[in-house]
């Protein structure tokens, strides 16, 4: 069975939310068709990377620097695509190399101060998305991201749109438009809010609360505040006072099909003078510890089947979407701690990492939201206070907002 179909199979929509965009590599380790070309460390392109199969095939171009790339050839189907990328040099002269898949030959060479790539295809395609991942997650590169594809350009779903493949992005980088619209901008996105602990589990304690009810209340506020707008759906991994295992909050949201994963959270400390709010992402222990859930095929999480028949091309797989997951991840904490840094006050390292359970879910983006500590007096005032919860929440709602605008614009079309 063809690595989409599978995909389509194991994971529903979310393949058109990310996992089509990253599985054409996972052809690399499967059939060991990877093309490499190397370049001198001053010129803008680096390396060229191949994969993928006649359907659907994948180039990396690797670049020193941000770009902003433009389609010249058509968009209709054809046996060749070209792009361009503004400034980027080809220092010592032409590039070329074989393809792999449906792209029979690549060459890059300079036009009008441009770096322009040539896609000789093997049969009629088009590019499907085109994308840049900027530096990060241990590497120094920028890596420009063309797939070329079979498949006509299908029409934009509303719910999935919002989440394909990577989105981490630098906001002096503008896409150039390509063939697929913009996401339909009053589309519902899936919002599942976590309220922290519950029934039995009732978390931290202050001078007069209990985290637990703290939590309920703040996501009880986000919920309306979201809701009210009509852009979202949310989904409650708890509506009222019970205990919900952390695991199960994980399925909740991978269920759901989750465009964000927000868990909240009171923080607690020995010294009452301690105050803050805290953003986590999933921390790189975190990144292994699904890794060995899903291959040592661990109880802990829900079954996750990946496509592939050696583990080499499934850990490819896994990885690639686990690091689109958690660029997006951080992408939105750090709006989160921007909307929010003028109603509540922040400690001074505010976005951290951890192998929370409830951030490992592979595909969803997720953050822990610590809204303070309810230890300090008046940390816990702001949290028990339904005004001032309700100007914090508004500040979350408000991150989520620019999150899927900032999303929308730079979506791959």
């Known amino acids: 069975m063809p690595i989409a179909a599978e995909l389509r199979r194991v994971f529903g929509g979310r393949i058109a939310r990310g996992l089509l965009a990253v599985s054409v590599l996972a052809a690399v380790g499967a059939a060991s068709a990877a093309v490499v070309a190397g370049h ?7 390396k060229v990377r191949v994969g993928g199969d006649q359907s659907q095939t994948r180039v990396v171009i690797e670049l020193d620097r941000a770009v902003t790339g433009k389609l010249l050839s058509a968009e209709t189907p054809s046996k060749q695509v070209v792009v361009a990328l503004p400034k980027v040099d080809v220092a010592g002269g032409d590039m070329s190399g074989p393809g792999a898949g449906l792209v029979k030959g690549w060459s890059i060479d300079q036009a009008a101060g441009a770096a322009r790539i040539k896609l000789d295809l093997v049969k009629s395609g088009q590019i499907k998305r085109r994308f840049l991942l900027p530096a990060g997650d241990g590497l120094n590169v920028y890596r420009y991201v063309i797939d070329v594809s079979t498949d006509a350009v299908a029409p934009v779903s509303p719910v999935n749109a919002s989440a394909r493949a990577s989105k981490a992005v630098l906001k002096t980088v503008d896409y150039a438009p390509t063939a697929t619209p913009l ?36 996501a009880h506020a986000l919920r309306d505040r979201l809701m009210k707008s009509g852009r979202y759906k949310v989904v409650m991994t708890r509506d009222t006072d019970v205990f919900v295992p952390l695991e199960q909050r994980v399925q909740i949201a991978r269920r759901a099909n989750a465009d964000l994963f927000i868990s909240l959270h009171a923080d607690s400390g020995g010294d009452p003078a301690i105050r803050g709010a805290t953003v986590y992402t999933l921390s790189e222990k975190g990144t292994d510890r699904v890794a060995r859930g899903v291959f ?7 079954n996750v089947a990946l496509p592939g028949q050696d583990a080499a091309t499934q850990r490819i797989l896994l990885d690639l979407t686990q690091r689109e997951t958690k660029n997006r991840s951080s992408v939105f904490a750090e709006t989160v701690l921007s909307k929010i840094a003028d109603k509540v006050e922040l400690l001074r390292r505010s976005h951290r990492d951890a192998g929370f359970m409830v951030l490992l879910a592979p595909e969803v983006p997720a953050v822990l939201l610590e809204m303070g500590f309810v230890t300090n007096p008046e940390d816990e005032r702001v949290l028990a206070d339904p005004e001032r919860r309700k100007a914090f929440m508004g500040g979350l709602a408000d991150a989520i907002d620019a999150y899927f605008v900032q999303e929308a614009k730079y979506a791959m079309r």
């Open 183 to 218: 996401p339909d901008p009053g589309a519902p996105k899936v919002i599942v809010i976590d309220a922290g602990h519950g029934g039995k589990d009732s978390g931290a304690l202050g001078a007069s609360k209990h985290e637990k009810d703290l939590t309920l209340a703040a």
């Open 40 to 46: 001198t460390p001053e010129a803008g392109v680096l």
């Open 296 to 302: 040592g095929k661990s109880d802990w999480f829900m």
